[in-house]
């Protein structure tokens, strides 16, 4: 073991070299980018300039945010501007005299706290709200996350352009709620005396600089928060789902719960921007959050590189300059030079009247030209060396793997009980009261005509169909009715007929994400960096290099490399692999060797039989015949979803029905088939 782990990370190492290479570069460039960033105010000396770029730096924030829900988790929110608004009539209502409900004793406790203060209006005495603007970015960010959750709650179900056009609705609304609620938001005129933020008693009041800094901050933070998640089990888990929502589940991920984290740390982010935006302005009106304002950050995500943490920032950055910036800036030199020249329309050219239709052309563009955005989340793959993709590592055919199968045949009870399991689609009977039993540290192999509903039993044993009658017990344990991630969970890991992997993302993440369901580390694990979140990062890391170890040199070179850049045998091993990780009790195998060459069946049927060796039990779905032969205890033969034969695989291939539903009606003809 210890040998071939050596010689797997010397074939990884160019990969690991470049990677390390190219991290201390990006390292040096990001401290010089954050140097520069701190000196601007000071290089440029304008105030005005200053207040552009501290916008420029909001709408980075706010992109961050979307980035989290579109770029990662794949929901395409076009209501996003709504949280920005919840965000900013926070601060808005708690730092104003917006409301001034009568002084009463209830209100003295937070009077020391300072949250409040006691003011006389006319003859009475009143409460003024004066909660501090850094209390109010943590109350913000989770009145924000709370809408976010809300929100984003009747959408779960929904994907694509149906979440879009609800998103959309829910964007509208607010605003709407804000101009019919004059009591709370003073209505369409907006909400003025918003106090300026503290620090150590001294007031910002209008001078950009402290802003400045102040959402510079921000950026880093978010910057910091985002990386953080995208690196770990909580980003990998919602790029699964943003790949394949379906695959996700089958491999532990609660789709429910990561989509609501992502609605909810998207919205956390846009409260945050929007108590700075009013602090800042100390003023807020009901059209700063339209529809527009959503639609401009989906173009800062788009043209940045959606998914692409600082790609986002510069694509935020650029819109916003080129909108607040360089056009009026180029407005004016058009019009001086119009003026020169005596070009008439110059001279009165306007092209910040335009930005709409100048955002649209650069969309367009992307689209046609970089669709990836500037800079692309997904990088470019390094070609392998020669002696990288000719290595031989291990010897394949062999497995081995600590922590999987070790079921024993003796055990009683049997691993997956499938007993009088109908599956109906309207009027077709997929499955027809079907009873299979699959006894500890066994192989059964499952067979039957196209359409004879195999790949329907693994999709309810899975939780993926839902079943009309029957039961499924996991070592005795009812797991019929579970979700797909809750029965992954319980330790029953699959691939899929035609190849569900996540497409978009590398081997090694694949792989990681296989192990979603026996890892723990959650947000704020991965954004503290907890000692516990990394060494279990570490390990899964390890883990997954001693599963593909296992697969020679087919993958380990590989595990860099975007799953859509594999073969297809690379495919069906690394999805093999995806499963293995999940270290299921029971291991479903959906046609593991379609489309494999001979050679490749042999090798893979090999290591199926190295895995039933070391004791897992494993189901599989299989078409050629000598690779059931070689592998099962048992064969289980469904015809139009009815159980036809069940035994040894040498009896079933004797048996008449079998033969006639295979090959037709003419059996002599059939058994000469099956025998070749
Ligand atoms: P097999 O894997 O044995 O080739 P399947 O289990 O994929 O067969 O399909 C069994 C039958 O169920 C087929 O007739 C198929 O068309 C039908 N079927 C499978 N999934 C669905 C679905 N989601 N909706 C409707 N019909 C389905
Ligand atoms: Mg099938």
Same mark, same amino acid.
């Given at each position: ?101 009568? &002084?009463?004793?209830? &209100?003295?406790?937070?009077? &020391? ?24 970015? =943590? ?58 933020? @503290? ?6 009041? =209008? ?22 998640? @995208? ?19 089958? %491999? ?19 409260? %945050? ?139 009683? =009870? ?163 692999? @995806? ?98």
């Amino acid at each position: 073991m210890a040998s071939e782990t050596t010689i797997t990370s010397d074939l990884a190492e160019p990969a690991s070299r470049t990677a390390a290479l190219s991290s201390r570069w990006s390292g040096l460039l990001i401290a010089l980018l954050f140097v520069l960033a701190l000196a601007f105010p000071y290089l440029i000396g304008n105030d005005a300039y200053v207040n552009v770029m501290a916008d420029a730096f909001a709408y980075a924030t706010l992109a961050l945010g979307l980035n989290i829900v579109i770029g990662f988790a794949g929901l395409l929110d076009l209501g996003y501007a709504a949280f920005f608004a919840i965000g900013a009539y926070t601060y808005g209502i708690l730092s104003s005299f917006q409301l001034h409900p009568a &002084w009463s004793g209830f &209100w003295q406790p937070f009077a &020391w706290l300072e949250l409040v203060k006691k003011v006389p209006l006319g003859d009475a005495t009143v409460v003024h709200f004066t909660v501090s603007f850094w209390i109010c970015l =943590v109350l913000a960010a989770l009145i924000a996350a709370f809408f976010g959750i809300l929100f984003g709650a009747p959408t779960l179900r929904l994907r694509g352009d149906y979440l879009a056009i609800v998103t959309l609705g829910f964007g509208e609304i607010v605003p709407i709620i804000v101009r019919n609620w004059p009591w709370l938001t003073n209505g369409a005129a907006g909400l003025n005396g918003a106090q300026p933020p @503290r620090l150590f008693g001294w007031s910002f009041g =209008v001078w950009a600089l402290p802003y400045y800094y102040v959402v510079l901050g921000l950026v880093v933070l978010l910057i910091f928060v985002s990386v953080s998640l @995208r690196d770990s089990r909580v980003g990998r888990a919602w790029m699964a789902l943003r790949d394949d929502d379906i695959a996700a589940s089958a %491999m532990g991920v609660d789709l429910t719960r990561y989509k609501l984290l992502a609605f909810a740390i998207g919205a956390g982010f846009a409260g %945050m921007t929007g108590v700075f935006y009013v602090a800042k302005l100390q003023t807020i009106t009901p059209d700063m959050f339209m529809f527009p304002v959503s639609v401009m950050i989906i173009v800062m995500i788009v043209l940045g590189g959606m998914g692409s943490v600082w790609g986002v920032v510069v694509g935020a950055m650029f819109l916003s300059l080129l909108q607040s910036w360089f056009l009026p800036d180029l407005s004016t030199w058009a019009s001086a030079f119009g003026q020169a020249t005596g070009i008439g329309f110059l001279q009165n050219v306007d092209f910040a009247q335009s930005t709409e239709l100048i955002f649209g052309i650069i969309l367009v563009l992307m689209m046609l030209y970089r669709r990836d955005g500037l800079i692309p989340a997904h990088r470019k793959q390094v070609a392998m060396s020669f002696s990288q993709q000719n290595a031989q590592v291990g010897e394949s055919g062999s497995f081995r793997l600590s922590g999987i199968g070790g079921e024993s045949p003796a055990n009683a =009870v049997p691993a997956l009980e499938i007993k009088g399991i109908t599956v109906r689609f309207g009027g077709l009977v997929a499955l027809k009261s079907v009873d299979i039993t699959v006894p500890a540290g066994g192989v059964v192999a499952v067979i039957g005509p196209n359409g004879s509903g195999k790949s329907t039993l693994f999709n309810v044993i899975t939780g993926l169909t839902s079943a009309e009658s029957g039961s499924i017990r996991l070592y005795g344990e009812n797991i019929l009715g579970l979700k797909p991630h809750a029965i992954a969970k319980k330790g029953i890991a699959r691939t899929f007929q035609n190849l569900r992997l996540f497409t978009n993302l590398t081997v090694m993440d694949n792989v990681l994400i296989g192990q979603h369901a026996r890892l723990t580390t959650g947000p704020i694990g991965a954004v503290l960096h907890l000692p516990h979140a990394r060494a279990e990062e570490a390990r899964a890391r390890a883990r997954a290099m001693e599963i593909l170890i296992n697969f020679g040199n087919r993958l380990t070179p590989r595990i860099n490399q975007n799953v859509a850049a594999l073969s297809y045998a690379n495919r069906r091993r690394t999805e093999i692999s @995806r499963a293995l990780a999940a270290a299921p009790r029971v291991l479903l195998l959906d046609e593991p060797t379609a489309g494999m060459n001979p050679a490749e069946t042999l090798e893979l049927a090999q290591q199926i039989k190295a895995l039933h060796n070391l004791g897992l039990t494993i189901m599989v779905i299989e078409h050629k015949l000598d690779v059931v032969v070689r592998l099962a205890d048992t064969v289980v033969v469904l015809d139009h979803g009815e159980k036809i034969a069940e035994g040894k695989p040498d009896e079933v291939r004797q048996n008449e029905e079998v033969l006639r539903a295979y090959l037709g009606r003419n059996t002599q003809a059939g058994r000469a088939g099956i025998a070749a």
